[in-house]
């Protein structure tokens, strides 16, 4: 079956379908692992993107359950150059087709990745829509013109519910903007007591749950489109010890007066240097995003950069000169991607532990019920 992909500057690719029938319209980004299209495809911050894989051979090792970064995915459609129909791989379960099928995912194959790439870096991430369906382009067309942009992401892929992951060491508070389960993994493999509250959880509402420490998810879309963290995050900073991840990272920015901007064509996939202005030292990364921290707006701020992409001299990390707060752009729990920044989860326990000793638990709960 013939599929297509039309993106609204008008360049059309024609190539053959996989997955699911149908049109399905959303903003056409490009990953560049080589790897990892299980995680990729249930990283709840793709939510209504339409991802292209560099890479040109996707599939090959099937799909697996154990490697799903959320219960399920949110992305809007699959580019490849190459679909692998017969994985080769033990623990594959079913097929990548089979997959895209079950949660309803258009896919599209056998086109130039490569000239989709340039394009989208050169004039920027676009809208696309790709269909199965035998309408004319004009129609097409007009489809896509009246998309709206999508807004209510992180309400979309968040949990509903409070729920936790019990441990016998501190309680982390995690606030699911689009949290990936390699976080919550790497929590509780340090014997954490990690508690998942929804995106909108009030900072009263986590102040009575006692945390020892606050942990900003990941997740999809503009940081400003959550103005109720931003608030909520104001409240209790200083409180307790906060480490941000991603969209945690633009949020904790935002909520100490700085400011958010677009990139051109965001950060994806497991290979991005960032180096470490404290150390010098230079780290590969996971990254999925399109928006980064405005540098200029850190002035004025008591905030420091700590981490620059050494790409393009972006923001990737930064910390509070008064607060027990940090925060970094990419992802430390990588999945998939480079383990370089594991430690982070460290140093977070570790500030904690610092927090703590400065000031003890018996006066933060009496500073809270004063609250």
Not at 50 to 78: K, L, S, W
Not at 98 to 117: A, H, N, P, Q
């Amino acid at each position: 079956m013939q599929a297509r992909l039309l993106l609204e500057d008008g360049t059309l690719f024609v190539g053959q379908a996989f997955g699911a029938e149908g049109n399905s319209s959303g903003e056409v980004v490009f990953n560049t692992g080589m790897a990892g299209y299980q995680e990729l495809l249930t990283d709840p911050s793709y939510c209504g993107q339409i991802i292209t894989m560099t890479y040109p051979h996707i599939g090959n090792y099937g799909i697996t359950r154990d490697d799903f970064e959320a219960v399920r995915p949110f992305i809007h459609g699959f580019a490849v150059r190459k679909y692998e129909e017969v994985p080769s791989n033990w623990r594959a379960q079913y097929t990548l087709d089979y997959f895209l099928k079950e949660y309803g995912i258009v896919g599209i194959s056998e086109i130039d990745t490569r000239m989709l790439t340039r394009i989208i870096r050169q004039s920027g991430t676009m809208r696309g829509i790709l269909s199965t369906a035998n309408e004319p382009v004009e129609e097409l067309r007009e489809m896509l013109n009246s998309m709206e942009p999508m807004r209510d992401q992180v309400a979309r892929v968040s949990t509903r519910s409070v729920f936790s992951v019990p441990g016998n060491k501190e309680r982390i508070v995690l606030v699911d903007f689009g949290a990936k389960s390699g976080i919550v993994k790497e929590l509780a493999s340090r014997g954490c007591d990690v508690v998942v509250v929804p995106h909108d959880t009030t900072a009263e509402q986590i102040r009575r749950l006692v945390p020892d420490g606050i942990l900003l998810s990941n997740g999809p879309g503009d940081p400003k489109d959550v103005p109720y963290a931003v608030r909520m995050i104001q409240e209790l900073l200083g409180e307790f010890p906060i480490f941000g991840i991603c969209l945690g990272h633009q949020l904790f920015a935002l909520a100490c007066g700085a400011d958010t901007e677009k990139l051109k064509f965001g950060h994806r996939g497991g290979n991005h240097p960032v180096k470490d202005l404290r150390t010098g030292k230079f780290y590969m990364t996971s990254q999925n995003h399109g928006y980064t921290v405005n540098a200029d707006s850190i002035a004025g701020t008591e905030l420091e950069v700590t981490h620059i992409n050494n790409n393009d001299r972006t923001i990737e990390g930064l910390r509070h000169s008064k607060f027990a707060a940090f925060s970094v752009q990419y992802h430390p729990e990588a999945s998939p991607g480079p383990l370089d920044s594991n430690y982070l989860f460290d140093d977070f326990l570790a500030q904690i532990a610092s927090f703590k000793r400065d000031q003890p638990r018996v006066v933060r709960q009496a500073q809270m019920l004063v609250k």
